[in-house]
């Protein structure tokens, strides 16, 4: 992994509700995608939409 810049804001955000600052998203950005990428490369149906649900895969 690059390295990567943190920055620590130490005043609120005007736009949020009581003015928090999220952190916890950015991981989890990538997660659907990759799962689904995972998903079409071992079933090799042309999966486009998250969420994945079971009839997506098995066509009923």
């Known amino acids: 992994m ?3 810049r943190i920055e620590v804001l130490e005043y609120p955000d005007p ?3 009581y003015g928090v600052r ?7 950005i990538s997660s659907g995608p990759a ?3 995972a998903i079409r490369a071992a079933t090799g149906l042309p999966l486009n939409q998250v969420p994945v649900r ?5 066509g009923t």
């Open 2 to 4: 690059p390295p990567m």
């Open 15 to 17: 736009h949020a509700p």
């Open 22 to 28: 999220g952190v916890g998203e950015p991981p989890t």
């Open 35 to 37: 799962i689904v990428a």
């Open 54 to 58: 079971p009839e997506h895969i098995t």
